[in-house]
């Protein structure tokens, strides 16, 4: 066990819907990362927060969005959804930016139907 | 752009055998190197990770990895699997400053007994 949590652990959804993953990071972590994992594109980077404020974008479409909250808790919101959005979402956390280890959550399986 | 490469999707060996999962990078800067494994159904875990020093850097259940500067390399080495050692395994650079992850697209190991 990581420490980190993500829920809900699957989402099944409609093309066109809205939905919003969360994440908590372990203890004492002030940076949370994403990641997209799919066959086609493999692990994929979307965004790093830290201590509230975006610090990093990768591959982040524009119909996703995400926030760290002050109780540094993050969403990540997919909106206007595709059937290729259908995938496993990581969240991760460090104690900070930088080349510490990050610490993946289980994951959140979307199917997008 | 910096980018990954692992040469093998999947390597399949014997219980007891030595294995070797190969990781290449390609990147102009500095970088930090990760080996990362995610068991099924679950989340990745870091293995081991060179920042600078030696180059040989030891990790978790056995594993090792040698960063070679001028090969642009950092495989992967175990000198007796176990089936517990069955999952996927992820190299990954995080260019110095850009406080993101690349992975590669993964290398699936088998432990036949």
């Known amino acids: 066990d990581s420490g980190v949590t993500q829920t809900p652990k699957h989402l099944i959804t409609a093309t066109g819907q809205r939905v919003t993953l969360r994440c908590s990071p372990r203890s004492g972590d002030l940076s949370v990362y994403w990641y997209q994992q799919s066959l086609d594109q493999g692990l994929q980077f979307l965004i790093q927060y830290y201590n509230g404020e975006e610090r990093a974008k990768g591959n982040i479409l524009e119909r996703f969005s995400a926030q760290q909250f002050p109780d540094l808790h993050s969403e990540l919101n997919l909106s206007s959804l595709e059937l290729g959005d259908s995938a496993l979402y990581f969240c991760a956390s460090s104690v900070s930016p930088g080349p510490y280890e990050q610490y993946f959550g289980p994951g959140t399986r979307l199917t997008v139907t | 752009a910096q980018s990954v490469t692992q040469l093998d999707s999947q390597v399949p060996v014997f219980e007891e055998a030595p294995v070797e999962l190969r990781c290449n990078y390609s990147?102009?800067?500095?970088?930090?190197l990760f080996w990362y494994v995610q068991y099924p159904n679950q989340g990745l875990q870091l293995l081991l990770k060179?920042?600078?020093?030696?180059?040989l850097v030891k990790g978790i259940n056995g594993f090792e990895a040698e960063f070679n500067k001028s090969q642009t390399s950092f495989h992967l080495r175990k000198p007796s699997v176990h089936i517990s050692d069955t999952a996927e395994y992820f190299c990954a650079v995080d260019v110095q400053g850009a406080q993101k992850l690349v992975f590669g697209q993964g290398t699936r190991l088998t432990i036949n007994p």
């Open positions: 990147s102009s800067v500095s970088v930090y």
């Open positions: 060179y920042l600078s020093g030696s180059t």
